[in-house]
């Protein structure tokens, strides 16, 4: 995926209101630009960070610009924008790249399923048998640690999902948690039941009925990012 048009290089001011960032770009322009990302984002910026954004021209848009990538203060590129993850998978899976998921007949989005009134991210056909595939973008990771971690923030909605998946597995449809880890130089991915043991809980217990869990990382810069290499899953 190029990112396109390019992105700009800026400096974080600050982040506040979860979804606004004051930046100065290198003309030394200040602006204010939409932060997507609903998480704590821990370990992904400090101030004066360097950060690269897509602007806008859109004159009905209120903020001039997005928030896309950031180098985090281990010195790691970071995809902060977490509305791409499902972008990027959608593009691995018509490659082919995610072998555990190839040869599929038809592929859908948010498809509404589950007890709880969920919409799955994707919902793949294989001759007639459906697989619904849930997708997370993770970008904690700790300093000197190859090892990434999710979710940076409680989540009752990933639970949930997680609960859905595992109901659908113990029915015997193909069910599957894939993580979409959006950091570089990362080998592996954990949850982070430092921060929400109830999802670390769910995610075993989704394991136990049955659902599949998959990690793939990117390669990353700013000009573009790609989903690339299959992450070992460390429960």
């Known amino acids: 995926m190029r990112f396109d048009p390019p992105l700009e290089e800026a400096r974080l001011l600050r982040r506040y209101k979860r979804f606004l960032a004051d930046i100065e770009t290198a003309s030394g322009e200040l602006l204010t630009i939409h932060c997507p990302n ?38 790691r590129l970071a995809c902060l924008n977490t509305a791409r993850a499902n972008g990027l998978v959608e593009e691995a899976l018509r490659a082919g790249l995610i072998r555990e998921l190839a040869g599929f007949d038809g592929l859908r989005r948010e498809v509404p399923y589950g007890q709880e ?13 459906a697989a619904f595939v849930e997708v997370k973008s993770v970008t904690l990771g700790y300093a000197d640690n190859v090892v990434a971690a999710f979710p940076d923030a409680k989540t009752e909605r990933g639970a949930k999902h997680l609960r859905e998946l595992a109901t659908l597995a113990r029915s015997g449809a193909r069910a599957v948690q894939l993580y979409c880890v959006c950091l570089a130089d990362i080998e592996a991915v954990r949850p982070a039941s430092e921060i929400d043991p109830a999802y670390a809980s769910a995610l075993r217990e989704a394991v136990a009925a049955g659902v599949e869990v ?13 989903l690339v290499r299959r992450l070992e899953v460390v429960l």
Request: glycine residues 10%; negative net charge; hydrophobic residues 30%.
């Open 214 to 226: 998959l990690a793939y990382g990117v390669d990353i810069t700013p000009q573009e990012i790609s």
């Open 117 to 129: 009134r969920s919409r799955v991210d994707f919902c793949l056909e294989y001759a007639g048998e």
């Open 38 to 75: 609903t998480g704590s984002m821990l370990n992904c910026m400090s101030d004066g960070c360097r950060i690269w954004f897509s602007r806008s021209n859109d004159p009905k848009r209120k903020l001039p610009g997005t928030w896309e990538l950031g180098e985090t203060p281990h010195g």
